[in-house]
């Protein structure tokens, strides 16, 4: 059976000088043209069945995000493909992926920025109900904001209020509606938690995953936080520097991390040992910059493992159990 979504080797870059003036520099006493590339994303692929969740999970400018983004063509990918119910949307115009875009939503880390601050939250919902031709008319798509407005947690009369005038969490919920207006059935989910306190991300994760059942959507969910997907993925991929360094099902990466960064990534979870607890331990380092990329592995500058092999050789990924895949010199 075909996956709902299958992403293959996608490429994403920026140009960090997008004028000809910019590009030129002057070096030992001549001007000579540099490009700056950011290499955000570099030969990503997987796929999200119906009704699963998959997650990626990295630390910040891994490239998660870039990847939400363009897996829904909000930029457009330099490379590779997303295929979308068999269809494959790289090739398709503006127009062409207007369909697409009403099965396909997301939502987004700050809800704040997301959010029209000078609409009404009813107004946030009404619009795209129009658009998209979920209702007849602005009577019956108001009706329906404020039934979905109502599920998600957000009363009737509250539905006239700014965006302003609601809690950090109570927004969220507000974008939350407003990716359900349009009865989408695949939600990417760009860190929706991660600007939250932690009692409020409880509460936001176990609504969307009562919608996922309710509606039997399936989601693409962006993470820094292992901790944080544990319970609602079926599947997830650890990203570092615009690769996926180990991907498989939930019990593979929870049962048996293999990829020394997501060891690391383990060892930073704070845990509760006894009655103390114990905060994680961090990676050590820095990320390497996306533009001037690392020979070989791209983790080997912080890895404690590394062999001489991971500064020359970039490691192919392998399949060490079936569905378990791992890129790294130490499983050959
Ligand atoms: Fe570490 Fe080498 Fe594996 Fe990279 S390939 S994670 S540097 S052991």
């Known amino acids: 059976m075909t996956r709902l979504l299958e992403v293959t080797n996608l ?111 009813v107004d946030i919902l009404v619009e795209p109900m129009l658009f998209h031709g979920i209702t007849r008319s602005s009577e019956e798509a108001r009706e329906k904001a404020l039934e979905i407005l109502n599920r998600v947690g957000i009363r009737p009369e509250q539905a006239s209020r700014y965006p302003h005038q609601f809690s950090g969490g109570q927004r969220q919920r507000i974008g939350i509606a407003r990716a359900l207006a349009v009865e989408p059935e695949f939600i990417v989910a760009d860190e929706p938690v991660s600007a939250l306190d932690v009692s409020i991300q409880a509460q936001i994760l176990n609504l969307l995953m009562d919608l996922k059942e309710e509606f039997s959507f399936s989601y693409l969910f962006i993470a820094h936080d292992l901790s944080v997907v544990k319970h609602i993925s079926d599947n997830l991929a650890v990203m570092y520097l615009g690769r996926m360094v180990e991907k498989g099902s939930k019990a593979h990466i929870f049962g048996n991390p293999l990829h020394p960064y997501t060891l690391a990534l383990f060892s930073a979870i704070p845990r509760i040992s006894g009655t103390k607890m114990r905060t994680g331990r961090n990676l050590e380092g820095e990320i390497p910059s996306a533009i001037d990329l690392p020979p070989g592995c791209c983790f080997h500058a912080r890895c404690p493992k590394a062999l001489p092999v991971c500064r020359e050789v970039v490691p192919e990924e392998r399949e060490i159990e079936p569905g378990h895949f791992v890129s790294c010199h130490l499983f050959v």
Do not use: H, W
């Open 11 to 121: 490429e994403q870059r920026f140009d960090l000088n997008t004028d000809f003036l910019s590009k030129l520099v002057f070096e030992k006493g001549r001007i000579v043209k540099r490009e700056r590339i950011v290499k955000a994303v570099n030969g990503v692929s997987f796929s999200v069945g119906r009704r699963e969740v998959f997650s990626i999970v990295g630390e910040s400018g891994c490239g998660k995000s870039t990847v939400a983004r363009t897996v829904v063509k909000l930029i457009e990918p330099k490379g590779g493909r997303i295929c979308y119910d068999g269809r494959d949307l790289t090739e398709l115009s503006r127009t062409e992926m207007l369909p697409f875009r009403k099965r396909m939503q997301m939502i987004f880390q700050d809800p704040y920025a997301s959010l029209n601050p000078r609409q009404r939250v």
